[in-house]
């Protein structure tokens, strides 16, 4: 019987041992929670990895989107600087052609000449320095107090000039109107009929300005005019 008892003991030894190394149950549930906590970390680390993610592909869709309109702006924004541009090209070539309208040397009225000259080219001076508002007033001004001047077909095409580029286009066309009604032999008249088709257009009448363009082609076939009338008509 002696004998025995050690062999007991040995034969007890794993069961107690399995039961001091796994705690018994209660091991177990805490090794079942330190799974589910680790579990859940990993969870919560894929589904922040995932919306974050989402977030840079957002991001990157948004950079996408702002480097087009970026690109749509400096474009219009080239559009513009060149229109500018030729506006001013345009402008200069008709001053060179216009500032002494009919060879006039003194108003038709009994004005006096000098001051008529002055003011005149004061007008035309705002219009060359981009004040078009300012331009438009003064050329106006000028048409109300100097009725009878020989600058008066060519201030009412500076008015209309000045009105269309301040977006005073309603008043560019009455202006322009007015040179092609009063003066149309005037040596503005075929440039006067060209802004009356572009105030026109920018009215959002591109039928009448097309008729417009076309007439400025039958009426003054040789000016400078009619070669842009034809190019904005697709004509040779």
Do not use: C, I
């Not at 008709?94 to 008529?116: H, Y």
């Not at 301040?166 to 075929?190: G, M, Q, Y």
């Amino acid at each position: 019987m002696r004998g025995l008892v050690p062999l007991v003991a040995l034969l007890a030894l794993p069961t107690m041992a399995s039961a001091q190394l796994f705690g018994g149950g209660e091991t177990q549930r805490q090794v079942a929670e330190l799974r589910e906590q680790v579990n859940q970390r990993l969870e919560a680390t894929s589904s922040a990895q995932f919306e974050l993610a989402s977030q840079n592909e957002l991001l990157r869709a948004e950079v996408a989107r702002l480097r087009g309109q970026v690109e749509v702006l400096m474009h219009e924004f080239e559009q513009l600087r060149v229109r500018q541009r030729d506006f001013y090209v345009d402008l200069d070539d008709r001053l060179r052609r216009l500032e002494n309208p009919g060879g006039a040397q003194a108003s038709g009225g009994g004005g006096d000449p000098a001051t008529e000259a002055a003011e005149y080219e004061a007008a035309l001076n705002l219009l060359k320095g981009g004040q078009f508002r300012e331009a438009m007033l003064a050329f106006e001004a000028f048409t109300s107090a100097h009725t009878a001047s020989a600058y008066l077909p060519s201030a009412f095409f500076w008015a209309g000039n000045a009105a269309l580029q301040a977006k005073e286009v309603s008043a560019a066309a009455n202006h322009f109107n007015t040179v092609l009604a009063r003066w149309p032999s005037d040596t503005v008249a075929a440039d006067a009929m060209l802004g009356l088709a572009n105030s026109q257009q920018a009215l959002g009448d591109g039928r009448a300005a097309q008729r417009t363009l076309q007439a400025v082609v039958e009426r003054y076939p040789d000016s400078t005019a009619a070669q842009a009338a034809r190019q904005r008509l697709g004509m040779r």
